[in-house]
C-alpha cells in the first residue's frame, strides 16, 4: 500500500512566522502535489513537482514556496504566515505515465494549520 | 477554464436505498474522471477510475457512469450503510501525461441515516 505521511497533524502559528509542512512518500512516484482545501472551495492545488529539483505553479501559489531535494520528500514553505492561510493542506503522490495506478492520486492525512 | 460541480452540498439517504450523486462538469471532456472518498479530518481515498471511452464502471456496491454528451458523472451506492457517511469528492483529468492536473470538485457530504 502506498503511504504518505504528513510531518503534523495539527500547528499553530503566529503571523509572520515562516512555516515548513513535510511530506513523504514510500512508493517512489514522480509526482507529488501540494493542495489546500477549504469549505465550499475544494481542493485547491498550490504546487507540484514531476521530477527531483522540479516544481511548477498550481492555481494559488501566492504566498509559497516549495522544495524537491529527494524523490520521496515534498516540503510547502510559507514565507510569512498570515491569518488567510489557515487552512487544511493536503499532499498527495501519483506514479509517472506507465506505473501501476498512474492515475491516482495517493494522499496523506492533512494538516490542519491555524494561524493567529 | 474547466468547472465542476457536484449536485449537492449534502445528501441524506435512508440506510438500504440507493445514493446517487453527480458531478457535472463544463469545458472539454476529460480523459478519465474519479470518485474519492473523504473523511473527516483526513486525506481523501481513491475509490472508482472511469475512462472517456466507458460507460460504466462497478466496484462491489459502487457503480460510476460517464455520459460525455451530457458531460455527467453519475456515482452510486447500493444498499447504503451508515459507514458510508462521508463526503464524495470527483475529480477529472484533461490528458494521461505526467503533468496533467487533476481538478476537483468541492465534495457531496453523504449521510446514512440507520
Known amino acids: 500500500d502506498v503511504k504518505v505521511t504528513q510531518s503534523s497533524r495539527y500547528l499553530v502559528k503566529r503571523t509572520g512566522e515562516k512555516v515548513f509542512l513535510e511530506c513523504v512518500q514510500d512508493?517512489?512516484?514522480?509526482?507529488m502535489f501540494w493542495y489546500r482545501q477549504d469549505p465550499g472551495l475544494g481542493l485547491r492545488l498550490i504546487y507540484f513537482s514531476y521530477d527531483v529539483k522540479m516544481k511548477e505553479k498550481g492555481d494559488i501559489p501566492e504566498g509559497y514556496s516549495v522544495s524537491r531535494e529527494k524523490k520521496e520528500r515534498f516540503s510547502l514553505i510559507l514565507e510569512s504566515a498570515s491569518t488567510n492561510q489557515t487552512s487544511m493542506y493536503l499532499c498527495a503522490s501519483r506514479g509517472s505515465v506507465g506505473a501501476p495506478n498512474q492515475e491516482t492520486q495517493y494522499f496523506g492525512p492533512g494538516t490542519r494549520l491555524l494561524v493567529l | 477554464s474547466q468547472k465542476i460541480e457536484q449536485n449537492s452540498e449534502a445528501l441524506n439517504i435512508q440506510e438500504g436505498k440507493t445514493a446517487t450523486l453527480t458531478c457535472n462538469y463544463t469545458n472539454y471532456s476529460p480523459a478519465y474522471l474519479q470518485w474519492y472518498r473523504q473523511d473527516p479530518g483526513r486525506g481523501p481515498v481513491f475509490l472508482l477510475l472511469i475512462r472517456e471511452n466507458e460507460k460504466e464502471k462497478r466496484k462491489e456496491r459502487l457503480k460510476v457512469t460517464f455520459d460525455t454528451t451530457l458531460k455527467q458523472s453519475l456515482f452510486h451506492i447500493t444498499a447504503s450503510q451508515p459507514a458510508d457517511s462521508a463526503t464524495y469528492l470527483c475529480a477529472l483529468t484533461r490528458g494521461y501525461s505526467s503533468a496533467s492536473k487533476i481538478i476537483f470538485g468541492s465534495g457531496t457530504r453523504l449521510s446514512i441515516r440507520p
Open positions: 512508493m517512489d512516484h514522480e509526482n
